[in-house]
């Protein structure tokens, strides 16, 4: 089965940096975009990143814009999300997901999530 496993969440000041891992299996890995979503305390859930299966494409909400990087190593299974310059409205539970097609940005499966806090 799908499974999505986040990491690399913590605690970050203003300013710092994480980057996020996301090694999937359970399905043919470079065949399929991937994506981040962020939920903040009390809000709803809001699309941050997304690279199509080849990475020849990515979105960005226009919140991460400049400051987040997306990739993937499909030899490892993996997408990433380089997070700089974080500022405290960056906190929230983030998600890895996967779409069901090589090149929409809408997904079908979600990992479990991995906490990113930033706070000084």
């Known amino acids: 089965q799908v499974q999505l496993v986040e990491s690399g969440g913590g605690l970050a000041q203003p300013g710092g940096s994480l980057r996020l891992s996301c090694p999937a299996s359970g399905f043919p890995f470079g065949s399929y975009a991937m994506g981040w979503a962020g939920q903040a305390p009390g809000k709803g859930l809001e699309w941050v990143s997304g690279?199509?299966?080849?990475?020849?494409?990515?979105y960005y909400a226009d919140s991460g814009k400049g400051r987040f990087t997306i990739s993937r190593d499909n030899a490892k299974n993996t997408v990433y999300l380089q997070m700089n310059s974080l500022k405290p409205e960056d906190t929230a539970l983030y998600y890895c997901a996967k779409s069901p097609s090589p090149d929409l940005f809408e997904y079908d499966y979600w990992g479990q999530g991995t906490q990113v806090t930033v706070s000084s």
């Open positions: 690279i199509y299966s080849d990475g020849s494409d990515t």
